[in-house]
């Protein structure tokens, strides 16, 4: 099958550097190969320096069928494999349109991140609603003095 795909002349990149660059979560598969997962596939390493796209799913889906055959007649990548509602496309991954394509068609999620103004906020709050809070340490012979002079400690109760 012909292929629109440029070469590159970068280095070739693993699973581990694609999903680094794109902020991705890098799982293992039963074997214990890297691999990035999606809504509707898959992506690890295919072999030669390329990465494997792979579309999959428990059972068939008419969305998954159209993101195949739009990826097959866009020439993005090189088929490899292709039955019913699952597929394997071979891609550059130093490639950006194609590393975008395959993004947004197994719809892979970037890790979350959040800002360090949101970050300051969330440890001042969970400093305020701790529940062992931190008490002020008092001299060693200021408990006499408070029980001398009749106040209440934590636990009475008056009449």
């Known amino acids: 099958m012909e292929t629109n795909q440029r070469p590159t002349t970068a280095r070739a990149m693993g699973t581990r550097a694609f999903a680094a660059k794109y902020r991705l979560n890098v799982q293992q598969d039963?074997?214990?190969?890297?691999?990035?997962?999606?809504k509707h596939g898959d992506i690890g390493e295919y072999g030669d320096g390329r990465l494997c796209a792979c579309f999959w799913g428990g059972n068939p889906s008419k969305t998954r069928s159209r993101r195949i055959a739009a990826t097959a007649n866009a020439h993005i990548g090189q088929l490899i494999q292709?039955?019913?509602?699952?597929?394997?496309?071979?891609?550059?991954?130093?490639?950006?349109?194609?590393?975008?394509?395959?993004?947004?068609?197994?719809?892979l999620r970037a890790k979350r991140s959040i800002g360090q103004a949101h970050k300051d906020r969330l440890h001042r709050l969970s400093e305020a609603?701790?529940?062992?809070?931190?008490?002020?340490?008092?001299?060693?012979?200021?408990?006499?003095?408070?029980?001398?002079?009749g106040a209440v400690q934590a636990g009475q109760t008056t009449r």
Request: net charge positive; aromatic share 8%.
């Open 30 to 38: 039963a074997c214990g190969n890297p691999i990035i997962s999606g």
């Open 82 to 107: 292709r039955g019913g509602d699952e597929a394997q496309f071979a891609f550059d991954a130093a490639d950006p349109i194609a590393a975008r394509w395959f993004l947004r068609t197994l719809q």
């Open 129 to 149: 609603y701790s529940p062992i809070r931190r008490r002020a340490q008092s001299a060693p012979g200021a408990t006499a003095g408070i029980r001398a002079s």
